[in-house]
């Protein structure tokens, strides 16, 4: 199970942390990203990290703004988002897979998602 946490309404250039808290032991095992959806669009990749943090992969519009980042002791994974601009709104959510990927369909787990607003 994960859980999203961390959510809610920034000004533009301003920055939220967003949390997923995975339950439990085989946390580890997966690697882990993070995608965000609006109505009418298909879920999009934002940040994704390897089972053990030393890979991660960004989509270009975040690059330089957004850290992605893990501790499987805790079995979180984080989002570190700055400079936010209002078309980062959007609900955040967090997915698990078995190898470092984009693309949605490959991830086996979900959670329920977070909303992010940023107002101009």
């Known amino acids: 199970q994960l859980v999203e946490s961390g959510g809610g309404l920034v000004q533009a250039g301003g920055s939220l942390t967003l949390s997923c808290a995975a339950s439990g032991r085989t946390f580890s095992r997966y690697a882990m990203g993070w995608f965000r959806q609006v109505p009418g669009k298909e879920r999009a990749f934002v940040a994704a990290?390897?089972?053990?943090?030393?890979?991660?992969s960004y989509e270009d519009s975040v690059k330089g703004r957004f850290t992605i980042s893990r501790d499987n002791d805790k079995n979180t994974v984080s989002l570190q988002m700055s400079s936010l601009k209002p078309e980062d709104t959007a609900v955040y959510y967090c997915?698990?897979?078995?190898?470092?990927?984009?693309?949605?369909?490959?991830?086996?787990?979900w959670g329920q998602g977070t909303q992010v607003t940023v107002t101009s």
């Open positions: 990290i390897s089972w053990n943090g030393g890979t991660t």
């Open positions: 997915g698990a897979t078995y190898g470092l990927t984009s693309v949605a369909k490959t991830y086996v787990y």
